[in-house]
T-cell receptor, first 114, second 109 residues
Framework: EAEVAQSPRYKITEKSQAVAFWCDPI?????LYWYRQILGQGPELLVQ????????DSQLPKDRFSAERLKGVDSTLKIQPAELGDSAMYLC????????????FGEGSWLTVV | RKEVEQDPGPFNVPEGATVAFNCTYS??????FFWYRQDCRKEPKLLMS???SGNEDGRFTAQLNRASQYISLLIRDSKLSDSATYLC??????????FGKGTMLLVSP
């Protein structure tokens, strides 16, 4: 079964450092999402791409977070500088189209900021 | 009012019990609805979609009440393996999925 690949799975970084996460969606999936999930909360959408274009980044803290999907395939989410409150699981997901009716999540990247 | 609200639980039930979760949503224009299951420290996985006519998948039944803007999930004959967090998810359109905080279920022997 095709999967959404994410790396790294675990990352510990010091406050004020930069950190980056990578995601490779299921082949052929045009829509890619980055979610953040703080312990005890539901996933919160950070950014959504349709191919290489941003569809929704209204909840992305743009002063420190950036995301790109240059060729419309894989994607990188960057945080600089990291803050203690950024400790969370960062989930990438993809879907075939914009219907959103079936999205597939990667295993997530756990970030701990110390 | 939050967009999607759920009782966080935990719901503690014995094996074989029937348990029901509710979820309310605030945007009356929401188009589609889902229940996702999330095991501890794992990614969410689609459990089932929720249709206006209600739908059933084995021991799981989901229902939607658009007039009252709530969604329900019923689990019959609970198994130990049903222990997880159940996330209510609403699609507002343009594939923007909004997740609730989740309801934790603990099934004990």
């Amino acid at each position: 079964e095709a999967e959404v690949a994410q790396s790294p799975r675990y990352k510990i970084t010091e406050k004020s450092q930069a950190v980056a996460f990578w995601c490779d969606p299921i082949s052929g999936h045009a829509t890619l999402y980055w979610y953040r999930q703080i312990l005890g909360q539901g996933p919160e959408l950070l950014v959504q791409f349709q191919d290489e274009s941003v569809v929704d980044d209204s909840q992305l803290p743009k002063d420190r977070f950036s995301a790109e999907r240059l060729k419309g395939v894989d994607s990188t989410l960057k945080i600089q500088p990291a803050e203690l409150g950024d400790s969370a699981m960062y989930l990438c997901a993809s879907s075939l189209d914009l219907s959103g009716n079936t999205i597939y999540f990667g295993e997530g990247s756990w970030l701990t900021v110390v | 009012r939050k967009e999607v609200e759920q009782d966080p639980g935990p719901f503690n039930v014995p094996e074989g019990a029937t348990v029901a979760f509710n979820c309310t949503y605030s945007n009356s224009a929401s188009q589609s609805f889902f229940w996702y299951r999330q095991d501890c420290r794992k990614e969410p996985k689609l459990l089932m979609s929720v249709y206006s006519s209600g739908n059933e998948d084995g021991r799981f039944t989901a229902q939607l009440n658009r007039a009252s803007q709530y969604i329900s999930l019923l689990i019959r004959d609970s198994k130990l393996s049903d222990s997880a967090t159940y996330l209510c998810v609403v699609n507002k359109g343009y594939s923007t999925l909004t997740f609730g905080k989740g309801t934790m279920l603990l099934v004990s022997p």
